[in-house]
Structures are given as structure tokens and as C-alpha cells.
């Protein structure tokens, strides 16, 4: 499980025509904190900063801890494994006294 953090419900947004095709375009993004690991297994001292894109008039993730959805990865056109981050709330444990 790749455990996401969420601090702020800040969303930066993007708009403009694309330089290309003409076309608009109105991008929107929050900032999350990735629990990653390296290829050895081993974690940083700190979370890894990132952009996590939302979709169309999706209403920011509130503050905390989100894992991964199953849905976030997918096969591209290109026929690779890729991701798109979803999130899915990780359930707290009930404190114990």
C-alpha cells in the first residue's frame, strides 16, 4: 500500500488555450505527500512532495491519510502500466485507553 498524505485543501488551477490545437484547457491540482519507498525497500526521512491532478469539478481531497485506489492504475495507449492518482480514505483506528 502507498500511503498518500493530504495537508491542505488548497487547489491550484491552470487555464489557457492550448498552443497547439487552440484548443482550452483548465487544469486543476492539489499538492499531496507520497510514503514511498526506494528500490531497496528502503523509506526516505520524508514524505516526496507531488502534484495530484483532480478531475473536472472534483472538490478537493479534505486533510489526511489516503492510500492508493485500485482504479489510479490503468494500461495507457501505448500498452504501459501507468497511474493516475485516486484516493481512497484510510480507515483510523479507534484510540485505545
Known sequence: MIQI?????????FKGNSKTTGKPYHLRMQ?????????DGNKPPYPEK??????????PYSPGDYQLHPS?????????LA???????????????
Open 31 to 39: 499538492t499531496g505527500y507520497a510514503h514511498t519507498v526506494d528500490k
Open 50 to 59: 507531488f502534484d495530484l491532478m483532480l478531475d473536472g469539478e472534483q472538490q
Open 72 to 80: 489510479s492504475l490503468y494500461v495507457d495507449r501505448d500498452g504501459r
Open 5 to 13: 498524505t493530504i495537508a491542505q485543501t488548497t487547489v491550484k488551477e
Open 83 to 97: 497511474v493516475s492518482a485516486r484516493l481512497a480514505p484510510v480507515a483510523r483506528k479507534p484510540a485505545t485507553a
